[in-house]
C-alpha cells in the first residue's frame, strides 16, 4: 500500500469588477473629446475609439496610464488629469465609453489583404507560431467582458498597427495581458499586422 500525503491548496478566485456609473462619467470625459470624440469614436485613425469598449478593460489601461506604468506619447496631455481622479471616477469613465455604441469601419476592399487577416483573426498560422486572434478576441471581435480582453471589430487601423508593433517590440508592456499580446505578436511580420488591422477595421457582427 502507499500513502499519499493530503495536499490542500487555497483557492483564489478573481476579484469580481465592479462596474461604474455612465452617469457619472459623462462629467469627467471633457479633457478626452478632444482625441476621442464626444461619443469614444477617434478623431484620428492613429487614436482608438473608446466606444463599445468592455469596462474592465478601459479601467485597466487607465490605471496603468495614471500610475505609469504604461506610456504614450499622445497621452501625455491628460496624464496630470488622471492622477488627480480617484478609483471611482475611473471606474465611471470606463462606464461611460463601455455604454457608447461601438464604431463599424470599413476595411480596404483588397483580396489577397483580406483573406491573410481573416486566416490569421480566425485561425492564426500553427506553423510560424501565431495563434488565432478569436480565441481571445470573439469570433466578431466583441472581446471578452469577463476577462478584461478589449474588442477589436471596428477600432482604427492607425491605431491597431501602432499597437500591434508595440506589443511585438516590447515597447507596451503595462501589465498581464501585454504579455499575452507580446507573445501572441512577435512573430507576425509587417504585412500580417496590416492585414489583421484591416480585416479587424472592418469587422462587425
Sequence with gaps: ????????????MPEEFIAGNPKKGAE?????????????????????NLAGQNQKYLYEQLKYFQSGQRENVLMTTVIDYLKILSDEDIRDIAAFYADKSSNIGAAKNDEELLVLGSQLYKAGDFKRGIPSCSACHSIYGQGNDQAGFPAVNGQQKGYLVSTLKAYRSG??????YSKVMQAVSMNLTDRDIDALANYMHGLYE
Design 1 to 12: 500500500m502507499v500513502a499519499f500525503q493530503s495536499m490542500t491548496k487555497e483557492v483564489v
Design 171 to 176: 515597447q507596451r508592456n503595462a501589465g498581464e
Design 28 to 48: 469627467l470625459v471633457a479633457d478626452c473629446a478632444a482625441c476621442h470624440g464626444q461619443n469614444g469614436i477617434g478623431l484620428s485613425s492613429d487614436w482608438p
